[in-house]
């Protein structure tokens, strides 16, 4: 990583602090449990996508602070309800205990649903930057439809029909595309739709940068759940094959993930042809995705 | 009940008919699980709520059909998770096996997910009527407040902390207020909003009238506990005495209860004078809500 992907994590630390101040959370426990998820750690990639994204294309990043937000308090209550007993029953996440480990089940089960209406109440709230109230309401409607069943919660649900089953490299696909895909495509469209993008050649690139780079990091998160060191990922690793789980280095081998997991990435960087200079920035994250040992 | 509400009750089984075809839910399982919490059952009262407020305030009904449908989405959403195992672990709802009962714990928490995502999808999405982006933004902020720490997730967060626990009649009604009354109260904001109401003495008694009636449903949901057939109201009767749960008429008796029950009635009546004779919808429900048996 590099300064400005530091700077751009010490900045979100800051702004889901302020969003999490919640002084009236109902009980201390749902208030520190929404804490304990979010804050203290996590790449951030979201976040980072939001603000490359908005500052290739011009935006301060006061203006890209809650979007950047926003999203990250969706992965993060994904995050939760997904490590459930009844879910994926994860004990470790970002090598600490998981939600309803710390706490318990009933207050993760609160945790996520609150952190998901807190996106949306942040996005609707946001009074910063000249973003046009239509520009506010786009952005809600990438993140309910980037989070719902045509996104992360129907790829959830494909990924619990699909234990134990024989996929198709085109079905995991599909899986990984909704499941992991659809909050990282969004997060880019989030920053450009914060920076003001109008519909066009531009805007029509980063949806396909976005779309790719989603698909390649859950191929390498399959391929680190193979190959990683636990210490690093922060949670366990042979997850997947002990649940008997299709992921794409079991449906093509590990040697075909990683060269379609490469493919993506080059794909994104030459979609991005239609900004320029502008977009090295996000060339240098798309390498990161596919690179990355954590 | 009356034919206007049964007119609204078959109108809004309609509309989230609609809401919920989701050709492509991720999985069968998924969509049918969405379906069957939300569909076939119900008092409808928020939707019927948002209804009775806008048309008492000139809105038609199809300005009014997608917050109807969005704050019965959320409505649910919480039910089924308040049913799963971790929190309150109830077989029976609206008279059938709860969605965890009738599918399993993993789907029940993603319906709720997928409920709670689709209904900030739809109102972000709804092109209906002349509503401005403003007024659109307003609804969604609305609803996530209500959803929220600062609403209903905080209420529940507090109805956790308290199993066992001796809670004043004021804490009581504090939890009462967050945990059901915000989202009753914000049904009517939204159809209020919907009709394009501007800040006023109009808004100032809905708001009122709406914190009443949430407060005066809760404490006849209590009530019912104690004294209603549970082939009436569709759920286990004496839940909450079971599970040693602090109710307003265990904390203050079941006469108390019932007169303060009627008083909150009464004041959201009179809280409705600025609006004169377009009010008298309302006062039918605010009746209602008091001398329901289920």
Chains 1, 2 share one sequence.
Do not use: W
Request: aromatic letters at 4%; a negative charge; hydrophobic letters at 45%.
């Amino acid at each position: 990583m590099n300064p400005r992907i530091e700077a751009y994590q010490a900045r979100i630390e800051q702004v889901l602090d302020r969003c999490l101040s919640l002084p009236d959370a109902g009980s201390a426990r749902l208030r520190e449990g929404m804490r304990y998820s979010v804050l203290g750690g996590g790449k951030r990639l979201r976040p980072i996508l939001v603000y490359s994204t908005g500052e290739a294309l011009g935006a301060p990043l006061e203006h890209l602070d809650v979007p950047a937000a926003a999203v990250e308090l969706v992965h993060v209550y994904s995050l939760v309800h997904d490590d459930l007993p009844a879910m994926d029953d994860d004990d470790l996440r970002r090598g600490r205990p998981t939600c309803h480990r710390a706490f318990d089940e009933a207050t993760a089960i609160l945790v996520g649903d609150a952190l998901q209406a807190l996106a949306f109440d942040v996005l609707a709230h946001d009074a910063s930057g000249p973003a046009s109230a239509t520009a506010r309401l786009e952005m809600i409607r990438l993140l309910a439809h980037a989070s719902g069943t045509s996104g992360m919660a129907g790829g959830q649900a494909i990924d619990l029909a699909s234990v134990g089953q024989k996929l198709t490299a085109e079905a995991v696909e599909n899986m990984h595309r909704r499941k992991t895909g659809a909050l990282i495509q969004c997060s880019v469209l989030l920053g450009a739709t914060a920076a003001g993008i109008a519909p066009g050649a531009e805007l029509d690139a980063l949806k396909r940068f976005g779309a790719d780079i989603g698909l390649a990091f859950q191929i390498q998160d399959d391929i680190l759940d193979v190959e990683g060191d636990p210490a690093i990922i922060g949670k366990t690793a042979g997850a997947d094959t002990a649940r008997n789980k299709p992921t794409y280095p079991s449906t093509v081998g590990l040697e075909a993930a990683r060269s379609r997991a490469h493919a993506l990435c080059e794909a994104a960087i030459a979609a991005l042809a239609p900004l320029g200079a502008r977009a090295q920035p996000l060339l240098e994250l798309a390498r990161y995705v596919v690179n990355r040992s954590r």
